[in-house]
């Protein structure tokens, strides 16, 4: 926990600094996959956002890769995350669209 007055001191790759509001400093790691994911996305790179998805197996990235398929109008990508959460009323509508 950092508390309510945290302020973000660092961000370096996966490590963030946080300064409590105490003046206490806290590190903790963060996942370097959504900005990759990200990254890809933009570049629409959709095969290799979907390579680093099924490397990753998280749920998280697989929901966050759906959102960002669907807002992309790549509906055979967000079939597939949707799909790995089990997300299947979501895959049936996609396959209706389709």
Do not use: C
């Not at 669907?70 to 996609?94: C, F, M, Q, S």
């Amino acid at each position: 926990d950092f508390g309510k007055s945290a302020v973000i001191d660092q961000f370096v790759d996966a490590r963030v600094i946080v300064r409590r509001g105490d003046g206490s400093l806290v590190t903790a790691s963060v996942s370097p996959y959504p900005a990759l994911l990200h990254s890809y996305v933009l570049a629409r790179k959709w095969d290799d956002a979907l390579k680093l998805a099924r490397f990753v197996k998280e749920d998280l990235v697989w929901a966050v890769l759906a959102g960002m398929a669907t807002a992309g109008r790549n509906l055979e990508t967000a079939e597939v995350a949707y799909a790995a959460i089990n997300e299947t009323d979501k895959v049936h509508y996609i396959n209706k669209i389709k």
